[in-house]
């Protein structure tokens, strides 16, 4: 059996992918997750003795510092992790003829651009986050083994820390929220990540180096973050009644500009992907963010996961 060996599982996108892999086996692999005591990402060394033991054909690798703010004060940290660890990750995978799926971020844009955003298009990261993601996958280009490098943007789901969350909490407990509106991107499911990642292992052909290179892969359609958390609180409060949750203390949501909320890292205005060249190479297309969205929100239970 090949093996993949795939980090981060108690992140959101690795834990959807363990679950969604797990559900929809690949016909002749077998998964090797690994979590932060298994493989130390600090750590090269230790990065490379996993790698070594599990030889794996392939390297599925969504964990990342992914603390935003708290990267422009720990940017070693940050670069290590980002950086230095998928350096090390390629490496290793090139010395044993692997490949790698690798994660980036809308971060890797300043969000100047007027329009939506392609592969091709200039990258600036604004913050030291989406520096960090950048040099990583600097590094794994570098590196010249056959790779796709995934951006994705605004990643939420039913498990972990996220936007949707923190508005559910929020809307638990305060009567108005003042949430951004001036700032456009695409939320994307981790589950939605999970089932496109699952189609592209049926179709992506390691070998063909045609292939090799990055991809957008986000959910269709875009918003504010204010209609995001719009959308969260109404979808909410549809499926309150069906589940009987608990009644949301908030009456008002107002739309801020970014310049009123301050925070240590700069985002993006403009975090758009276009998604056309995963389509066109693979076929891979994601749904409607509404829709991911949808299946999220009945996977929530309040008082559990909320
Ligand atoms: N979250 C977003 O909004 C977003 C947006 C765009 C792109 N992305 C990219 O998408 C990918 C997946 O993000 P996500 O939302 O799933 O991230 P996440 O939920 O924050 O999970 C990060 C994962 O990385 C692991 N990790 C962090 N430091 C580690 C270390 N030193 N050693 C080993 N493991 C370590 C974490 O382990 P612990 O649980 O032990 O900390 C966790 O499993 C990342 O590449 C991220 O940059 C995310």
Redesign the pocket.
């Known amino acids: 059996m090949k093996k993949i060996l795939l980090?981060?599982?108690?992140?959101?996108?690795?834990r959807a992918l363990q679950r969604h892999l797990a559900q929809f086996p690949l016909a002749g692999w077998q998964v090797v997750a690994c979590?932060?005591q298994q493989?130390?990402?600090?750590a090269p060394e230790h990065i490379r003795t996993v790698v070594r033991e599990v030889a794996p054909a392939l390297i599925i690798h969504?964990?990342?510092?992914?603390a935003v703010d708290h990267a422009e004060s720990e940017s070693a940290l940050a670069f290590a992790?980002n950086a230095t660890a998928p350096k090390v990750l390629a490496e290793e995978a090139a010395r044993l003829k692997a490949g790698m799926i690798h994660?980036?971020?809308?971060y890797v844009y300043d969000g100047t651009k007027a329009s939506v955003y392609v592969e091709t298009d200039k990258v600036n990261p604004v913050s030291v986050y989406g520096a960090s993601?950048l040099a990583g996958e600097d590094a794994i280009r570098q590196v010249g083994l056959p790779h796709l490098i995934l951006r994705?943007?605004?990643?939420y789901g039913a498990d972990?820390k996220?936007f949707l969350k923190t508005i559910l909490r929020l809307a638990h407990t305060r009567e108005s929220m003042r949430i951004v509106s001036d700032q456009h991107g695409a939320p994307t499911s981790?589950a939605s990540i999970a089932q496109a990642v699952r189609q592209l292992l049926d179709v992506w052909e390691v070998e063909n180096s045609d292939h090799t290179g990055v991809y957008h892969l986000v959910n269709r359609g875009e918003t504010s973050w204010f209609g995001f958390a719009s959308a969260i609180v109404d979808k909410y409060q549809q499926l309150a009644t069906d589940y009987s949750w608990p009644a949301l203390a908030v009456k008002e949501i107002a739309p801020i500009a970014a310049a009123e909320y301050p925070t240590p890292a700069k985002r993006p205005s403009n975090s758009k992907l276009s998604t056309e060249k995963l389509a066109q190479t693979f076929g891979v297309m994601l749904p409607a963010w509404q829709e991911s969205l949808d299946q999220v929100m009945h996977r929530l239970t309040p008082g559990v996961n909320v």
Do not use: E
């Open positions: 980090t981060g599982v108690t992140g959101q996108v690795g979590d932060r493989m130390d990402l600090t969504p964990a990342a510092y992914t992790i994660f980036s971020t809308d993601k994705t943007s605004w990643v972990g996220n981790d």
